[in-house]
């Protein structure tokens, strides 16, 4: 789906260096999300926004940062990385949030030394 | 808030056998059931939803059914092949809700 972009695809970073994932759709969904994917968790949702401007903390937030000052991205900030945040991070949009589909970005691999 | 139990984790089955992967929610609320398949190193993909409005949805080879007075909901495919090869999510929400609840994954592997 060409429609949703992440950026960069494979991350490398050390622990306690800034670090910004970014997401961009082009279909003008109102709600955005982030996921984490790590083996034996499933999905975990990290920060979700229903619209620009409002954001809104899912299961895991702790250590994230997001804003989304335009409806097409929706970056997300990790300010002082640790190894475990380790992880595949999925970007989804959806038009009419949690029971409609959504569609996910193709992910960042992110690996933190 | 809701969970969203699923099992197995692991699932191996014969070409041409049937999988069935099964889920259950806590939030009795909840009213939209779907199920998305990542394939390896792919990004996860809607195969197919329910609303609670309906008892079992079927596409081909696969069907979902569900249970709301025993909160689980079950995903079926029929006539397995080498491409169904993947790891299944269900997941759990709210017509009206801003977010979905995973479940924890299945990998399901196809033996030839």
């Known amino acids: 789906d060409a429609g949703i972009t992440q950026s960069p695809r494979y991350k490398i970073t050390e622990t306690g260096r800034q670090v910004t994932l970014m997401c961009h759709q082009t279909?003008?969904?109102?709600?955005m999300f982030w996921y984490r994917q790590d083996l034996g968790h499933g999905l975990r949702l990290i920060y979700y926004?229903?619209?620009?401007?409002?954001?809104d903390k899912g299961e895991v937030p702790d250590g994230y940062v997001v804003s989304r000052s335009k409806t097409e991205n929706f970056p997300l900030t990790l300010e002082s990385a640790t190894r475990s945040q380790t992880s595949v991070y999925f970007c989804?949009?959806?038009?009419?949030?949690?029971?409609?589909?959504?569609?996910f970005g193709p992910g960042t691999r992110l690996t933190v030394l | 808030g809701e969970n969203v139990e699923q099992h197995p984790s692991t699932l191996s089955v014969q070409e041409g056998d049937s999988a069935v992967i099964k889920c259950t929610y806590s939030?009795?609320?909840?009213?939209?059931f779907p199920w998305y398949k990542q394939e390896l190193g792919k990004r996860p993909q809607l195969i197919i939803d329910?609303?609670?409005?309906?008892g079992e949805k079927k596409d081909q080879r696969i069907a979902v059914t569900l249970n709301k007075t025993a909160k689980h909901f079950s995903l079926h495919i029929t006539e397995t092949q080498p491409e169904d090869s993947a790891v299944y999510f269900c997941a759990a929400s709210l017509e009206g809700a801003s977010k979905i609840i995973f479940g924890s994954g299945t990998r399901l592997s196809i033996r030839p």
């Open positions: 926004s229903a619209a620009a401007d409002i954001t």
């Open positions: 989804a949009s959806s038009d009419r949030g949690g029971a409609n589909e959504q569609f």
């Open positions: 939030d009795s609320a909840s009213n939209y």
């Open positions: 279909w003008s969904h109102s709600y």
């Open positions: 329910i609303r609670s409005n309906v």
